[in-house]
Structure formats: structure tokens, C-alpha cells
């Protein structure tokens, strides 16, 4: 039995998207679909003293967004100074703000990617590394895909030799289950509630915030606030001996 999971890809996504890579066998980026503006492509939120901030990192758009994700360019490298000035002032006081700020500092301050699909991806393969996230992550340009929405996961499916499908709840109101039913291919829905909260700075707790905000407030601890990772050993506290 074999689990895939096709999602585009994102700037350092919420913790339930790191959740989803690490309850499958293989996770597709799928990479090869029009880019699409204002979305989690190229953004995500942090927590602030005043509420939440975007962090957005700038593309450069051909007419009105005729392009994929894969084809998507970075605008400059200004960005990158910016969002570590804005990490830094809102997680430098986090109990984890150096191990995560060592893990991503060489990608993303000082990495050379012009393209947002590898400046995503490199993000991504670092964080699961540090959540203990072994599956496999590939992109769907590596496939050769029949057109229609349900088709193309379809082929993806097919072509890994999946026997099910995990999707978002989302995909509901398009994916063509009967297809996918035709070709042995069973459907899952991965569900994104129950999660618990966690130590987080500034007010009322968030969870639809970058991952970034539970690894500096949990490091190593945060599988224990997803559903789906390894949970890490946690030694118990040495007792003084009389």
C-alpha cells in the first residue's frame, strides 16, 4: 500500500502542510500548474505583537499570470534581508530561535535561488529534515500528464505507483472520484483539525501561521503538536539522588 499526496507548493506553509508530507509515502509538488497571484505560493503569516504579518516574497509575472509555479522567477534578493529582519524581531525572543535561524539562515538569507519553486522546495526538504520527515518529494514536471484536473492527479497516481490518493478537503467540490475508483485508486481526505496549541508569543494563540512559528517556539518538541509525525523521545528530567 502506497500514499501520495499532491499539493503546489508553498513559502514556508503551516504546519498541517508539513503534517500531510509526513503521513504519506511520496509527496508531489506540483509545480507545473498556473502560477496563481495572492496565494500561498510566494507568502505566508507570521505572528506579531500587532496581529499577523505577511511575509511575500516578489515575483516577476509574464501578462496575467500566464505561467506555472516551476516557471515563476524571484524578483531580486531585497526580500530576503527584509524577512530576516522580521523573523528576528518577532521570534528572537523564542525558546528555539537560534537552532531554526541556523537551520534556514543558509537558504533563506543567504541562498542564490531565482526561482520560487526552488527557493520552496529547498525550504521545505530543511524543515522536514529537522521534523524527521523521511518521505520522498518530487515534482509532477517529472510526469507526462493527460490534460483535465482529476486526470493529471490521476497520471501522478498511476505513474508512482500509488493505491491512494490523500488529498485536501478542498478538492471535494472538483476531484472526480469515480475516476480514480475505475483505476483502483482509493481516495483519503486528510483532516487538518484537532491540533493542539503550544507556548506562542503574542496574545491569542494562531494556527494558521508558518511552520516557522511552532519549530522556534518548539524546536524538536513539535511533532508532539502535529498528527501525524514521529513523535521524538523526550528524556525525563534528571532527579537529585539523596
Excluded at 500528464?145 to 497520471?155: I, M, P, T, W, Y
Excluded at 500509488?162 to 478542498?170: D, F, H, K, L
Aim: glycine share 8%; with cysteine.
Amino acid at each position: 500500500m502506497k500514499k501520495v499526496a499532491i499539493v503546489q507548493s508553498n513559502y514556508l506553509p503551516w504546519k498541517g502542510y508539513f503534517d500531510m508530507i509526513g503521513a504519506v509515502d511520496e509527496f508531489i509538488l506540483y509545480d507545473d500548474v498556473q502560477y496563481t497571484r495572492r496565494d500561498w505560493r510566494n507568502r505566508n503569516k507570521l505572528k506579531t505583537p500587532q496581529g499577523l504579518q505577511w511575509l511575500t516574497v516578489p515575483v516577476k509575472v509574464k501578462g496575467r499570470y500566464l505561467q506555472t509555479i516551476k516557471e515563476t522567477e524571484i524578483d531580486g534578493d531585497a526580500w530576503r534581508d527584509a524577512h530576516w529582519k522580521s523573523i528576528a524581531h518577532n521570534y528572537g525572543k523564542a525558546q528555539y530561535y537560534y537552532d531554526i535561524t541556523t537551520l534556514i539562515e543558509p537558504i533563506l538569507l543567504h541562498g542564490k535561488q531565482t526561482l520560487l519553486s526552488d527557493l520552496n522546495t529547498d525550504l521545505l526538504k530543511a524543515i522536514c529534515g529537522y521534523l524527521g520527515i523521511t518521505t520522498s518529494i518530487r515534482q509532477a514536471s517529472e510526469f507526462d500528464l493527460e490534460e483535465g484536473k482529476s486526470e493529471r492527479l490521476l497520471g501522478v497516481c498511476l505513474a508512482t505507483g500509488a493505491t491512494t490518493y490523500v488529498s485536501g478537503p478542498a478538492a471535494r467540490d472538483y476531484l472526480d472520484q469515480s475516476l480514480f475508483a475505475d483505476a483502483g485508486v482509493a481516495v483519503e481526505w486528510f483532516d487538518y483539525s484537532g491540533y493542539p496549541v503550544y507556548p506562542q508569543l503574542w496574545g491569542e494563540f494562531e494556527h494558521s501561521v508558518s511552520i516557522l512559528d511552532l519549530l522556534f517556539n518548539r524546536g524538536h518538541e513539535s511533532p508532539l503538536y502535529m498528527q501525524h509525525l514521529k513523535r521524538p523521545t523526550i528524556a525525563a528530567p534528571k532527579q537529585d539522588l539523596e
